[in-house]
């Protein structure tokens, strides 16, 4: 399906040279770039899930929710590469 989308000329410029620096068209980096997001936001709703149930079983003590927060930044940090 083709598509229309507003890109700023930066972000057009770097996918652009990316693009040919890896031999693909821009409409595949986009691709990779877009499921790459839903993928993390997955990964996100899982972990968010996950210390829901958690913390229903049994309620979450000061050390647990540090331990939990130090957790999120971990993942957040080498897992998805970005800061939350």
């Known amino acids: 399906m083709k598509t229309a989308i507003s890109v700023p ?10 693009a040919k620096k890896q ?3 821009r409409s595949e980096v986009f691709v ?9 936001r997955k990964a ?3 972990l968010r899930d996950l210390n829901a149930v958690y913390t229903e079983v049994s309620p979450e ?4 929710l ?14 998805n590469k970005e800061t939350y």
């Open 9 to 18: 000329d930066e972000i057009f410029r770097e996918v652009d040279e990316f």
């Open 23 to 25: 031999n693909c068209s």
């Open 32 to 40: 990779l770039a877009v499921a790459e997001f839903f993928e993390r």
């Open 44 to 46: 996100w709703k899982l």
């Open 61 to 64: 003590t000061k050390d647990d």
């Open 66 to 79: 540090l331990l939990r927060r130090k957790g999120m930044r971990h993942f957040a940090k080498k897992v």
